[in-house]
């Protein structure tokens, strides 16, 4: 598989990272473990080497499904996890988390554990993973910089931010990446937050980049979702909304059709000629959506 630098950061990591959250929350029953660690080791041999998880994702669960599938080639492969939610004995999702916790102490909590359910003793990528209003994105940056002084995180990122927040804590620490929903069905960050990402050397990582599962064609108005599949509230997926939106995938297919390729593939080969620093991370828990997303790289993609 290809690879790409994020921004200035030096961090190379293959062109296509795996977003792992859905193995274990957000789109429905969790699958069984064993499976999930072959899903990921399937991804490694396949070319990825940029996985993302997180605390919350689960709670907990993912984390650890995620060091045990990478335990064996950790030092081949890019680890991003995730602090800032306040994640309390009773959490059953992190879909289901009103509160954010940022505060200094709590994220080297948060990092203490993370290695030990990582299985590592260093996190090559630490995002904010929501902004706490009640805490400086300054005291926020400070503390990931003392974690990186010690050892034992590598990079700090952010996630859904905007500019002033990005600017901010790239005067304290410089942030490596931004991650932040961008697709063919979500264009916000072209808006402002690319121009920024350019000017100040720092990696663009966007999740669903298959817009939650719509690009890929396979959800039309009458799809319905497990109870609980986070998708459910959402508005762009009630079922009006992706009856008005299947002109989108209509299009996507017939330009799909004229390339020989998937929907999927044309999706992610229109986020990745958009900037050589922008890495998505598409998501899935099916091996053979696995095998169409590593093909992508092969076939050199340029959609029009």
């Not at 080497?49 to 045990?68: C, K, M, Q, R, S």
């Not at 879909?95 to 994220?107: F, G, K, N, W, Y």
């Not at 999740?207 to 396979?218: Q, R």
């Not at 799809?223 to 008005?244: C, G, H, L, Q, Y």
Request: glycine share 8%; charged share 25%.
């Amino acid at each position: 598989m290809k690879r790409r630098k994020l921004g200035k950061s030096g961090l190379e990591v293959s062109a296509l990272g795996l977003g792992c959250m859905g193995i274990s929350s957000g789109l429905g029953s969790p699958v069984e473990k064993q499976y999930g660690i072959s899903l990921i080791r399937a991804a490694f041999e396949r070319g990825v080497t940029f996985f993302d998880t997180a605390e919350a994702y689960g709670p907990f669960v993912n984390e650890e499904l995620i060091g045990e599938a990478l335990a064996p080639f950790r030092d081949q492969v890019v680890i991003a996890s995730k602090f800032g939610f306040k994640i309390g004995p009773k959490a059953e999702s992190w879909r289901t988390l009103a509160e954010v916790d940022s505060r200094p102490e709590h994220i080297c909590e948060v990092a203490e554990a993370s290695l030990k359910r990582l299985k590592t003793d260093r996190i090559d990528l630490f995002y904010q993973h929501r902004l706490d209003p009640n805490v400086p994105i300054e005291d926020v940056a400070g503390t990931v910089k003392d974690l990186i002084q010690q050892g034992k995180v590598r990079l700090f990122g952010l996630s859904e931010v905007g500019v002033e927040t990005i600017r901010r804590a790239h005067a304290v620490q410089p942030v490596a990446a931004l991650q932040s929903e961008y697709s063919l069905w979500w264009r916000q960050p072209e808006q402002k937050i690319i121009l920024t990402l350019e000017e100040l050397g720092i990696g663009f990582v966007p999740f669903s980049p298959l817009g939650k599962g719509f690009l890929t064609g396979a959800i039309n108005e009458n799809t319905t979702f497990d109870s609980t599949d986070f998708r459910n509230i959402v508005p762009r997926f009630t079922p009006e909304a992706r009856k008005s939106n299947r002109a989108l995938i209509d299009r996507l297919g017939q330009i799909a059709r004229k390339k020989k390729a998937t929907p999927v593939q044309i999706a992610l080969a229109w986020l990745l000629a958009q900037k050589p620093w922008i890495v998505p991370i598409p998501g899935t828990t099916k091996l053979h959506g696995l095998r169409k997303m590593s093909e992508l790289l092969i076939l050199n993609l340029r959609p029009t």
